[in-house]
T-cell receptor, first 113, second 115 residues
Framework: QKEVEQDPGPLSVPEGAIVSLNCTYSNSAFQYFMWYRQYSRKGPELLMYTYSSGNKEDGRFTAQVDKSSKYISLFIRDSQPSDSATYLCAMSGSGGSNYKLTFGKGTLLTVNP | EPEVTQTPSHQVTQMGQEVILRCVPISNHLYFYWYRQILGQKVEFLVSFYNNEISEKSEIFDDQFSVERPDGSNFTLKIRSTKLEDSAMYFC?????????????FGDGTRLSIL
């Protein structure tokens, strides 16, 4: 089983839709969960950052973590064409590893005007 | 907003040659990282660096790789004898503090092409 799994999509939605992006993971030692957005030919840009289980909201973005199910989600409300990008989940806090981020493969999102 | 800058944006090198990838981390950050992303694959951790020492490295980071902070602003990744399979995007990242869970901020990467 892969450490972090993420459906690569592609996902195509109309402008204004609610988008749900998800990752599952197998390593129960992960404690910190991040979502990065990556535009074409750019580096990953940190969007959301959560610790352990629960929800975190920032504007149109909500991150959810369910550690019991080893499942994390990112919701985007009122999606805009400028949200079109690849979304990467990332995790850390894996046992003795204090520095390494473990990434999912990324989901390619297109928001159509 | 402060950002991590990487140069060059694209590097083409013959197999067997040495290559140095350069990064300027965010100025008050103390922890530095290199990741790579082979086309179509995940972003993978290579190495973390703090206080002029490697703090953690992956199995990918073998003897062909080295990192250095030659001055107060630059952070470099050297690949001594490049292989075809080293072709990838290489991302530098930095964080203000270390340890699990500290937000890491990434540069836009250097695309390394080995011929």
């Amino acid at each position: 089983q892969k450490e972090v799994e993420q459906d690569p999509g592609p996902l195509s939605v109309p402008e204004g839709a609610i988008v749900s992006l998800n990752c599952t993971y197998s390593n129960s030692a992960f404690q910190y969960f991040m979502w990065y957005r990556q535009y074409s030919r750019k580096g990953p840009e940190l969007l959301m950052y959560t610790y352990s289980s629960g929800n975190k909201e920032d504007g149109r973005f909500t991150a959810q973590v369910d550690k019991s199910s080893k499942y994390i989600s990112l919701f985007i409300r009122d999606s805009q064409p400028s949200d079109s990008a690849t979304y990467l989940c990332a995790m850390s806090g894996s046992g003795g590893s204090n520095y390494k981020l473990t990434f999912g493969k990324g989901t390619l999102l297109t928001v159509n005007p | 907003e402060p950002e991590v800058t990487q140069t060059p944006s694209h590097q083409v090198t013959q197999m067997g040659q040495e290559v140095i990838l350069r990064c300027v981390p965010i100025s008050n950050h103390l922890y530095f990282y290199w990741y790579r992303q082979i086309l179509g694959q995940k972003v993978e951790f290579l190495v973390s660096f703090y206080n002029n020492e490697i703090s953690e490295k992956s199995e990918i980071f073998d003897d062909q790789f080295s990192v250095e902070r030659p001055d107060g602003s630059n952070f470099t990744l050297k690949i001594r004898s490049t292989k075809l399979e080293d072709s990838a995007m290489y991302f530098c990242a930095s964080s203000l503090e270390g340890g699990a869970g500290q937000p890491q901020h990434f540069g836009d990467g250097t695309r390394l092409s080995i011929l």
